[in-house]
């Protein structure tokens, strides 16, 4: 079965920065693209970023263009993808999680992804 470890998020101030990891284990597979999506109590989960199989391709919501970034590991830890937040707002606070599926490139679907993290909370005080 294949495992989803994401990292600890944590409160952080407005305008602060904040980096979630998310490692894949067990008998993963290639390929294998990954995502960030996230969730607010009384809505549906949303995607944030995306990254195909190769790291190349990328996908970042308009709500958090040009704030955050999405990226992968190389080699061994090709399976790791990691999101870069900035200047954080309140607003963005939800719970985030990891997504995993066995294919080249990434979707926007929460349905199209076969494996998910625990879930993170990230708080942003105001």
């Known amino acids: 079965q294949v495992e989803l470890v994401e990292s600890e998020g944590g409160l952080v101030q407005a305008g602060g920065s904040l980096r979630l990891s998310c490692a894949a284990s067990g008998p993963t597979f290639s390929p294998i693209s990954m995502a960030w999506f996230r969730q607010v109590p009384g809505k549906e989960r949303e995607i944030v970023a995306a990254?195909?199989?190769?790291?190349?391709?990328?996908?970042?919501a308009d709500s958090v263009k040009g704030r955050f970034n999405i990226s992968r590991g190389r080699d061994s830890a090709k399976n790791t993808v990691f999101l870069q937040m900035s200047s954080l707002k309140p607003e963005d606070t939800a719970v985030y999680y990891c997504a995993a599926r066995p294919a080249w490139s990434w979707t926007s679907r929460v349905r199209d992804y076969d494996y998910w993290g625990q879930g993170t909370q990230v708080t942003v005080s105001s």
């Open positions: 990254i195909n199989t190769e790291g190349q391709n990328t996908f970042i």
